[in-house]
């Protein structure tokens, strides 16, 4: 099966039921799937291929979800952009991937149309209301009056559904190639899991970007897979956030760190009736012990952290496909997917000791876009070779550590800016934190860390370095404190370390 194809499946299953509550507008399925078929019918008419890139640059709105199944409906490639993107970010994806199309809405259609322009591959930019440029189509005349039924195009399961750009946290971005079957085995991997298989009756509740593969996987197309209904939140906010759990009974929650460090400290949160959630997921970064067990003790529902990246659709592991959870870790490997922890060498290093973690499976990427030096190093013998740096205990529960690349070297001595940030967080008076290296001309590196302090909290530089001293040795402690109103981060809540370590060495 295609994803397209599971959309017309799910919407002839079940054309009445709602598939997507959006500012209290309901969509049923029949109607979603009538929209993602004038997309894909419109995309032919406009000579898209199979096969052919078209990129995304909207944000969370039902437009995301129409177009993206009628992308794939086409027999297209979806190519989804995060709409913090500058113009120049934009250029480098449509170039690097060769999209035909881009589709985009009104704030952003002025940098699509100027990244355009320097994009040599590119034919359309049609742009959704309420702005209207020159060398633009409109949405609703390029996708309005096209048919409604299902387009005349074959799909093979194999074909590249998704190029996924990567954060670009250590260079260029590179574009993760997923198929439509790796994207689906995801699927089926996580509905092998009690907790995380979404019912019929489910109400998921998601404000994580589209546009990033957690969002699009776990909270989209798992969610259609199973005919359950979406509730769409177009920005996060904490309290209007609480607002729409609340008033549509949601039942599962897939969110990341920064959100549930916001709700942590809303003061009224115990006012909000959260008890129709059933199941929590925090992914896309770490999620600090303090923080976890901060938003459990005052909202009543316990927190699955789970792992995974672009190049794994994105599951990984998850503390809900154990027998219970174990604050800290991303839980045992999902039903489907094996793991290991190697040495330098490639050799299994025992339980306990510290290695890469790789991973293999039908949900790991097919490859790089364009890219075939990096694939060869990311995909040695069916295997991904993930670059963080985790340990395995006894029950098969992954620690993630770092990543290999964030490793600070501080005489010799290995220091992972996850350990310091644990204990940073247990700082009462510190809200966000993230551990960097500096250039240090006696140790070679020493740590800095980047905090950021609670509402009307106040703590000094030689405060919180005594704290981290009295809990971790001298050598792993921050020699530097920034206070800072806010940590630079990308729309799922990862800390842009490359960025700080540039502010770490003009401190």
């Known amino acids: 099966m295609d994803l397209g194809r599971m959309l017309a499946q799910t919407a002839a299953r079940q054309p009445d039921k709602t598939a997507i509550i959006f500012r209290d507008q309901r969509t049923s399925y029949a109607e979603f799937d009538a929209r993602a078929n004038q997309v894909a019918n419109a995309l032919v008419t406009l000579g898209i291929e199979p096969g052919d890139r078209v990129a995304l640059y909207i944000h969370n709105l039902p437009l995301f979800m129409e177009a993206y199944y009628g992308i794939l409906k086409a027999g297209g490639s979806v190519v989804p952009m995060n709409v913090l993107y500058k113009a120049g970010e934009v250029e480098y994806i449509l170039k690097d991937s060769g999209a035909r199309a881009i589709l985009t809405f009104g704030p952003f259609a002025e940098v699509a149309a100027a990244a355009a322009a320097n994009a040599p591959d590119l034919r359309h930019v049609i742009v959704a209301a309420p702005h209207a440029l020159p060398n633009t189509l409109a949405w609703a005349d390029v996708f309005g009056s096209a048919p409604a039924t299902a387009p005349n195009v074959d799909v093979h399961p194999e074909q590249v559904a998704v ?76 309290v209007s956030s609480l607002e729409v759990v609340q008033k549509y009974r949601c039942t599962v929650l897939y969110g990341a760190p920064p959100m549930f460090v916001a709700w942590a400290q809303i003061p009224s949160i115990r006012d909000y009736d959260l008890a129709s959630l059933r199941y929590v997921a925090s992914g896309a970064a770490a999620l ?140 009462p008076a510190v809200a966000d934190a993230a551990v960097v290296q500096y250039p240090d001309p006696y140790q070679g590196e020493s740590v800095m860390a980047f905090v950021v302090l609670k509402q009307d909290a106040t703590a000094t530089e030689d405060e919180i370095i005594e704290f981290c001293r009295s809990q971790i040795a001298v050598f792993k402690s921050p020699r530097r404190i920034v206070f800072r109103g806010e940590l630079p981060k990308n729309n799922t809540g990862k800390v842009l370390r490359r960025e700080l370590r540039t502010q770490a060495e003009a401190v």
């Open 163 to 238: 190029i996924c750009y990567t954060s670009g946290t250590t260079g260029r971005p590179k574009g993760a190639m997923l198929s439509h079957r790796n994207l689906l085995a995801n699927c089926e991997q996580c509905m092998m899991i009690p907790n995380i298989a979404t019912q019929p009756d489910d109400v998921v509740w998601l404000a994580l970007p589209l546009f990033h593969i957690y969002a699009m996987n776990l909270g989209m197309n798992l969610t259609v897979l199973n005919g359950a209904t979406v509730a769409l939140v177009e920005r996060f906010e904490p």
């Open 288 to 427: 600090p012990v303090k923080v976890m067990e901060t938003f459990q003790a005052v909202a009543g529902a316990p927190i699955s952290e789970g792992y995974g990246l672009s190049e794994a659709a994105p599951v990984v592991s998850s503390n809900a496909a154990g027998p219970v959870v174990k604050p800290g870790t991303v839980g045992p490997a999902i039903p489907g997917v094996e793991v290991k922890i190697v040495d330098e060498a490639g050799n299994e290093v025992p339980r306990g000791e510290m290695g890469e973690l790789i991973c293999r499976g039908a949900n790991i990427m097919v490859g790089y876009w364009h890219q075939p030096e990096a694939t060869a190093e990311a995909l040695q013998d069916g295997w991904l070779h993930t670059g963080d740096l985790a340990t395995m205990d006894s029950d098969g529960y992954i620690s993630i550590v770092d990543r290999k690349k964030d490793m600070i070297n501080v005489s010799g001595f290995n220091v992972y800016p996850r350990e310091v940030e644990e204990v940073l967080f247990r700082h």
